[in-house]
Nanobody, 126 residues
Framework: VQLQASGGGLVQAGGSLSLSCAAS????????MGWYRQPPGKQRELVAS????????????NYANPVKGRFTISRDNAVDTVYLQMNNLKPEDTAVYYC????????????????WGQGTLVTVSS
């Protein structure tokens, strides 16, 4: 499985960015997908995750407290892509954002993610 993330960049505080992550390869094994971020000098942390859902309903989602109400994770299983819409960005959102994919239905920790994208830098200026 390969994950290709895109969409990072520089934005002013209060602005918006949208990230996307396309999966390819043996995607039939994938269940949950998620976004993690690594701020400068800090450890990687969960941003949001979404399970595989069904044909008729979207996947269940989970958000880290700092991004609740500002970020929205979604996925399109038809094109094997997960998205992260980030609104009202703050300087503390500055980080390298990584998408991950898990063969676990509901991953509870970072080690449950089996595949990672290359990371995309998001910089929020004050």
């Amino acid at each position: 499985v390969q994950l290709q993330a895109s969409g990072g960049g520089l934005v002013q505080a209060g602005g918006s960015l949208s990230l996307s992550c396309a999966a390819s390869g043996s995607i039939v094994r994938l269940n949950a997908m998620g976004w993690y971020r690594q701020p400068p000098g800090k450890q990687r942390e969960l941003v949001a995750s979404i399970d595989s859902g069904t044909m008729l309903s979207g996947g269940g989602t989970n958000y880290a407290n700092p991004v609740k109400g500002r970020f929205t994770i979604s996925r399109d299983n038809a094109v094997d892509t997960v998205y992260l819409q980030m609104n009202n960005l703050k300087p503390e959102d500055t980080a390298v954002y990584y998408c991950g994919a898990s063969e676990v239905v509901v991953p509870e920790r970072q080690s449950h993610y089996d595949y990672w994208g290359q990371g995309t830098l998001v910089t929020v200026s004050s």
